[in-house]
Nanobody, 118 residues
Framework: QVQLVQSGGGLVQAGGSLRLSCAAS????????IGWYRQTPGNQREWVAR???????DYADSVNGRFAISRDGANNTVTLQMNSLTPEDTAVYYC????????????WGLGTQVTVAS
């Protein structure tokens, strides 16, 4: 079983930056892709970014060039650096540990509020 503890987020003015962190433990988390998703009220959870155990990254078009995901293998921590934030980035952000062979469950953090004021 994977445990994901999120930190960071908060309130920022448009154009500003925030950083989210996700500390993973248990459940072979070091061999799982780790991603970030976000959700606004009344909408489905939206994928934002992903990083593989090998450090390969991928981004949604809406954040590509503004957000950067990174992984610290020594501390089992994944960070999402968010720059040039806009009010459209306002959401609850969730860390996700993807399924792997032998454990097909998705694991989720509890969520972190990010609010971008115009």
């Amino acid at each position: 079983q994977v445990q994901l503890v999120q930190s960071g987020g908060g309130l920022v003015q448009a154009g500003g930056s925030l950083r989210l962190s996700c500390a993973a433990s248990g459940g072979a988390n070091s061999v799982r892709p780790i991603g970030w998703y976000r959700q606004t009220p009344g909408n489905q959870r939206e994928w934002v970014a992903r990083i593989t155990p090998d450090g390969i990254t991928d981004y949604a078009d809406s954040v590509n060039g503004r957000f950067a995901i990174s992984r610290d293998g020594a501390n089992n921590t994944v960070t999402l650096q968010m720059n040039s934030l806009t009010p459209e980035d306002t959401a609850v952000y969730y860390c996700n540990a993807a399924p792997i062979m032998g454990d097909l469950r998705n694991y989720w953090g509890l969520g972190t509020q990010v609010t971008v004021a115009s």
